[in-house]
T-cell receptor, first 113, second 112 residues
């Protein structure tokens, strides 16, 4: 079955550490997105990529970095510069062909310990 | 920037009743609207969408209504079931845009 896979489901980070969240899709979608979700909040856009080797900052990109070396993969690195990284991170993809709805992954919950 | 928001943060309904979740948007150029359902600890799932050239669209037990005059979107769930308990988000995008703007969500609780 086609879908979008995020891993790990839970991730713990020590102060000052960089961590990378994985996002893989086999839907042949062109665009991919990373969102952050805090309790009681909506989804805030971190980074997005509409094509391989190109990506754009979203509303809250500071302290995060991404890469898009392959169409299927869009990993997110939470760097030590992100002072409040504890949140639920969601990856999404979009085909760009007619239907403009995202397909979401199941999320990664990141906790600072 | 433009924003999408919800009238009510929480909604409790009796099992079997109909639910109505509302959403206001401010961008008059919004062309596409979508509702997502998010269960606790999971990613959002597509429920139903509608384009600006329509005012109503029906799915299985769900109906989306769009009133462009007052920039209002609603999701109606018929015969609400316990499995419908979740947070519901509306989202919108402008014509030709591949980026969705999300509201904060409404938490629906179904009382057995």
């Amino acid at each position: 079955d086609g879908g979008i896979t995020q891993s790990p489901k839970y991730l713990f980070r020590k102060e000052g550490q960089n961590v990378t969240l994985s996002c893989e899709q086999n839907l042949n979608h062109d665009a991919m997105y990373w969102y952050r979700q805090d309790p009681g909040q909506g989804l805030r856009l971190i980074y997005y990529s509409q094509i391989v080797n190109d990506f754009q900052k979203g509303d809250i990109a500071e302290g995060y970095s991404v890469s898009r070396e392959k169409k299927e993969s869009f990993p997110l690195t939470v760097t030590s510069a992100q002072k409040n990284p504890t949140a639920f991170y969601l990856c999404a993809s979009l085909s760009g062909q007619g239907n403009y709805g995202y397909t979401f992954g199941s999320g990664t919950r990141l906790t600072v310990v | 920037g433009e924003s999408v928001g919800l009238h009510l943060p929480t909604l409790s309904v009796q099992e079997g009743d109909n639910s109505i979740i509302n959403c206001a948007y401010s961008n008059s150029a919004s062309d596409y609207f979508i509702w997502y359902k998010q269960e606790s600890g999971k990613g959002p799932q597509f429920i139903i969408d509608i384009r600006s050239n329509m005012d109503k669209r029906q799915g299985q037990r769900v109906t989306v209504l769009l009133n462009k005059t007052v920039k209002h979107l609603s999701l109606q769930i018929a015969a609400t079931q316990p499995g419908d308990s979740a947070v519901y988000f509306c989202a919108e995008s402008g014509a030709g845009s591949y980026q969705l703007t999300f509201g904060k969500g409404t938490k629906l609780s179904v009382i057995p």
